[in-house]
């Protein structure tokens, strides 16, 4: 085994690929987010059947609100990736309230919200794993 060289890899080297990893999701989630919110948007009265009834409404305010929080979400994965710290509790806090928002589109369209969810709980854990650097 050559000098300076272990079977454990350097301090801090686990956890910079899980925050690239969750980096690079919480920007592909952000731009997912933002397309619909688009799309909400721009079919604002929506009338969709579901296995529970009719959900009517206007949707145009949540489109505009679910178009700038996947902007925000998709900026933060792009400051993780760029090694900013407060991007790590800032997107802790914005996955927190994605997933809880994700509520309002269940009578929508309940395969999209559950797997937003999903999402965001696998992202969340990616944050939170390793938050320390083990040192030694």
């Keep these: 085994m050559e000098a300076g060289r272990g079977s454990r890899p350097p301090a801090g080297g686990e956890r910079s690929t899980w ?6 999701m919480m920007v592909i989630l952000g731009f997912l987010d933002a397309f619909w919110g688009l799309a909400a948007i721009l079919n604002d009265e929506v009338v ?3 296995g529970h009834g009719a959900l009517i409404f206007d949707i145009t305010a949540w489109g505009w609100f679910q178009l700038i929080l996947g902007a925000v979400i ?6 993780l990736l ?3 710290e ?6 802790i806090f ?10 309002v589109w269940f009578p929508a369209a309940p395969l999209w919200a559950f797997l937003m969810i999903v999402l965001d709980v696998v992202i969340i854990y990616q944050l939170t794993v390793n938050w320390t650097e083990q040192k030694g």
């Design 74 to 79: 998709g900026l933060t994965g792009f400051g």
């Design 82 to 84: 760029v090694g900013n």
């Design 86 to 91: 407060v991007a790590r509790v800032l997107g």
């Design 19 to 24: 925050i690239a990893f969750a980096g690079v």
């Design 48 to 50: 969709v059947v579901g």
């Design 94 to 103: 914005l996955l927190a309230l994605n997933a809880v928002l994700q509520i």
